[in-house]
């Protein structure tokens, strides 16, 4: 009965060696599984930023050109444009009396509503103040651009006149910033920053805001 015993040792051996063997093999079948997936996600990745590189020119061109009519097809319905409800004297003026006159209500309906202006008006009162020649002169400038990924700000456009029936959680909101005041020892500096959704006709500009 001496020698089925001293098999003990050297199953228990053999055992252990195939379960690590195993261990590894899945480990780097993982391994492997999640570098594909983060392959897969990065050339997603870059193909999504050329389209938008591609309609960005398009766009930008649109706007030196002061084509309205190409514009108003590379833009949502309205744009979300928090700086658009008070850049000029007239609009400061007007919501301020509105505030003054409606104390409880005014935030909620700045939030909800001013925030959104159409793209028709957009392009009627805002167009000039917005692509002023400090930021044509750099909207082409790879120096002056970075793109974004506003992953966390979709909920702000999850308008009708934005989405137009599309499901938001499908579709990617890119943001192009423009330098148009360059960081010294005396400012921080400031961009411009251009939204764009993901549609089947390509990205389609959406907001318009300021940094910081």
């Known amino acids: 009965m001496a020698r089925p015993k001293s098999l003990i040792p050297f ?16 480990e780097k079948a ?10 897969q996600t990065i050339k997603s990745t870059a193909q999504s930023d050329e389209e938008f590189k591609k309609d960005w020119i398009t766009f930008v061109n649109a706007v030196l050109a002061g084509d309205l009519k190409t514009l108003k097809g590379l833009s949502s319905g309205c744009i979300y444009c928090t ?7 007239k609009e400061d003026s007007l919501f ?6 409606n104390p409880d209500t005014w935030y909620a309906r700045l939030n909800s509503e001013f925030y959104y202006i159409s ?27 970075r793109f974004h990924n506003d992953e966390a700000n979709k909920d702000l456009y999850a308008k009708k006149c934005i989405v137009s029936g599309m499901d938001l959680r499908n ?22 920053a251009f939204a764009f959704i993901q549609t089947k006709q390509g990205y389609k500009f959406c907001g318009y805001s300021t940094i910081p």
């Open 96 to 101: 301020s009396d509105f505030q003054n006159k």
């Open 119 to 145: 793209i028709d008006k957009f392009l009627r009162e805002d167009l000039t103040i917005v692509f002023d020649s400090i930021s044509k002169s750099r909207m082409l400038n790879d120096s002056k651009i």
């Open 30 to 39: 993982q391994s492997d599984l999640q570098l594909t997936d983060t392959i």
């Open 83 to 89: 700086d658009c409800v008070t850049n000029s004297h």
């Open 171 to 192: 579709v990617k909101i890119l943001e192009m910033f423009v330098k148009v005041v360059d960081p010294s020892s005396e400012t921080e500096g400031m961009d411009k």
């Open 11 to 26: 199953l228990l051996i053999l055992f252990i060696s195939c379960s690590s063997g195993d261990k590894a093999n899945n």
